[in-house]
Nanobody, 125 residues
Framework: VQLVESGGGSVQAGGSLRLSCSYS????????MGWFRQAPGKEREGVAT????????DYADSVKGRFTIDRDNSKQTVTLQMNNLKPEDTAMYYC????????????????????WGQGTQVTVS
């Protein structure tokens, strides 16, 4: 399984960025995929997740109303639209995929995910 992120960069506060994650074919189509981030000196945290089978989404409180996660199963991509960016959003952003099928009560937990991309840097000044 390969996950490849793109779309990071530098932006001023209040600006927008769109991250994209391309993934290779999984055995089963329905699974959780998510975006996580890690700032220097901090633990990796869940930002937004989506269940590719039905489209159910979850967001960290800090990004609700500003970030939107979406998926295109036919193109095997997951995107994260980030609007009204704040300096505290500065971090390395990672795309992740859970191997097991089925919905879970804690989709934003890092420990639930098995596959990770290499990360893309987002810097907000």
């Amino acid at each position: 399984v390969q996950l490849v992120e793109s779309g990071g960069g530098s932006v001023q506060a209040g600006g927008s960025l769109r991250l994209s994650c391309s993934y290779s074919t999984f055995t089963y189509s329905s699974r959780y995929m998510g975006w996580f981030r890690q700032a220097p000196g901090k633990e990796r945290e869940g930002v937004a997740t989506i269940y590719t089978g039905g489209g159910a989404t979850d967001y960290a409180d800090s990004v609700k109303g500003r970030f939107t996660i979406d998926r295109d199963n036919s193109k095997q991509t997951v995107t994260l639209q980030m609007n009204n960016l704040k300096p505290e959003d500065t971090a390395m952003y990672y795309c992740a995929a859970r191997e097991k099928m089925g919905m879970i009560p804690t989709p934003l937990e890092v420990r639930e995910y098995d596959h990770w991309g290499q990360g893309t840097q987002v810097t907000v000044s």
